[in-house]
């Protein structure tokens, strides 16, 4: 039986991860699935065929210490996945202007840092709304994640205290969110897998299910895949795993986050995706 890592953290309390589904189907085809932290510093990787990142949820605090695990993992026999160098290029959600330069469409997105309250006001006519949602380029589930109106002086002045010195993406609202929904199509080995539904809980706009948003399985529309056949195209290096995040508007779809590094899966959704994934593994690993 070989042995395959899946790298997660410390303590998965408070998280909803269904990563337990993999085990079984991975086994059948054999492969054991061991989960470590990527904080242990006492782990032989040579002693592993493989480490698939997994639930590493907690990284964007240490973002500098993660990447040094993961060249630690990469330089050892074990096989890496994602590949390294995919993970360092989408760790920074700047990553979103190379794909812009290569003709995906993303949602218009400024690039700034020190978010005083007078520089924030200008981004509303920039982009022409009334909401902005600004973010770290740097982040993980919603962290430092705000949505702000112009008369929110109070969510400014937060704003304006975790920017210093550190990189933030601003991007208009796109009301689709809360009205359809965030759509996650998911791609195994390069591969389609399957499409989720994401929408916010009333009064809010993250997805998260830790923020009460609702998740479901739905069938694509051809353009929808077609969207993101494009950027799976689009990228110089292939990842085992990728979760592609759009939002319609009008009538189209654009790109809000190419999820390459520790994505969930939602595995709990299509019964068939645990079975996708070992398959897309085995072929992988050939």
Known sequence: MKKCVFLTMDSLDGYRCDD???HRPLKKIGWEVVPVSWHRHDIDWDDFEAVIIRSTWDYQAQVQAYLRALEAIDRSSARLENNFELVRWNIDKSYLKDLEQKGIKIVPTLWEKNLGQKKILS??????????????????GAHHTFQVSADDHEIMS???????????????????????????VLYFGGEYSHTILKKPKTDDFRVQEEYGGVNRLVKPEQKLLSRTDQIMAALDISPLYARVDMVRQKDDFYLMELELIEPALYLNLDSESPDRFAAAWGRWMK
């Open 20 to 22: 337990g589904l993999l």
């Open 123 to 140: 981004f509303f006519k920039k982009l022409e709304t009334s909401r902005l949602v600004i973010k770290p380029t740097i982040s993980a």
């Open 158 to 184: 937060r704003i304006e205290t975790v920017s210093r010195n550190r990189a933030f993406m601003i991007q208009p609202f796109m009301n689709n969110i809360t009205l359809e929904g965030e759509f996650s």
